[in-house]
C-alpha cells in the first residue's frame, strides 16, 4: 500500500524560509498528480499546489511568487519550498495523491512576526 509521509514544518519568523518534502513509500500512478494543502484551526483546508507527472506546476493565488512545488523521483519525493514566509501561511500542512485521494499524516508550519 502506498503511503505519504511529510516533513520539514517548524517555526519561523516572517520573512524566513522553510522547505517541506513529502516521501511517497512506493512511485506508482499515485504519484502522477501530487498538491499540497494547508489548514488552520477552524478553517478549511485549502489548496496550495500541484505538480503533474509532465512537471507542469499550478499555485493558489496567495502563495504565487513565494512558494514552488518540485519532486525527485529517484527519491520518490515531492517539495514545497516556502520563501518570504508569512504569519497567515501558518498552518498544518498535506500532500495529497490525488489519483489515489491519498493524504499524507501533515507537518505544522507556524510563522511569526
Known amino acids: 500500500q502506498v503511503q505519504l509521509v511529510e516533513s520539514g514544518g517548524g517555526s519561523v519568523q516572517a520573512g524566513g524560509s522553510l522547505k517541506l518534502s513529502c516521501v511517497v513509500s512506493?512511485?506508482?500512478?499515485?504519484?502522477?498528480?501530487m498538491r499540497w494543502y494547508r489548514q488552520a484551526p477552524g478553517d478549511e483546508r485549502e489548496f496550495v499546489s500541484r505538480?503533474?507527472?509532465?512537471?507542469?506546476?499550478t499555485y493558489a493565488d496567495s502563495v504565487k511568487g513565494r512558494f514552488t512545488i518540485s519532486q525527485d523521483k529517484a527519491k520518490n519525493t515531492v517539495y514545497l519550498q516556502m520563501n518570504s514566509l508569512k504569519p497567515e501561511d501558518t498552518a498544518m500542512y498535506y500532500c495529497?495523491?490525488?489519483?489515489?485521494?491519498?493524504w499524507g499524516q501533515g507537518t505544522q508550519v507556524t510563522v511569526s512576526s
Open positions: 495529497k495523491s490525488d489519483p489515489c485521494m491519498l
Open positions: 512506493r512511485y506508482t500512478y499515485c504519484s502522477y498528480d
Open positions: 505538480i503533474f507527472i509532465n512537471g507542469s506546476t
